[in-house]
């Protein structure tokens, strides 16, 4: 939270008050999910895809919301497109030769 949000915040309001206030409280939570997800694909390397991600991610996320918190990421350079593909390996969906990207994640505690 900004130092100009917080000085127009009533002193009794936390960042939970802020949160139980979202408009989108699910958003939020799923939000959340899908970077700690990146998070815990990336322990042991600093390189993710979809592939490496998937395990990771708790059921009954709104696919849509992935590609959105990724999408944001790399705008906000905490992840970078390595320019390069591995297979999906997604069976499930008959998707598992398509090419999905591989990218980087030059600091993983950014991402808290």
Same mark, same amino acid.
């Given at each position: ?5 917080a000085?127009?915040l009533p002193?009794?309001? %936390? ?7 979202e408009?989108?409280?699910l ?15 990336t322990?042991?390397t ?5 592939? %490496?991600?998937r ?10 919301r ?14 970078i497109? %390595? ?10 969906h008959?998707?598992g030769?398509?090419?999905v990207p ?6 993983r505690e950014?991402?808290?």
């Amino acid at each position: 939270m900004s130092a100009e949000v917080a000085a127009l915040l009533p002193e009794d309001v %936390t960042r939970l008050d802020l949160i139980a206030d979202e408009p989108a409280p699910l958003k939020v939570v799923q939000r959340r999910a899908i970077i700690e997800a990146i998070r815990d694909a990336t322990e042991e390397t600093l390189y993710f895809h979809a592939g %490496t991600l998937r395990p990771h991610l708790p059921a009954g996320l709104d696919p849509h919301r992935i590609g959105a918190v990724i999408s944001t990421l790399l705008k906000d350079d905490l992840i970078i497109d %390595t320019g390069r593909a591995a297979r999906s390996g997604n069976t499930k969906h008959r998707n598992g030769n398509r090419l999905v990207p591989i990218y980087y994640v030059p600091n993983r505690e950014a991402l808290a």
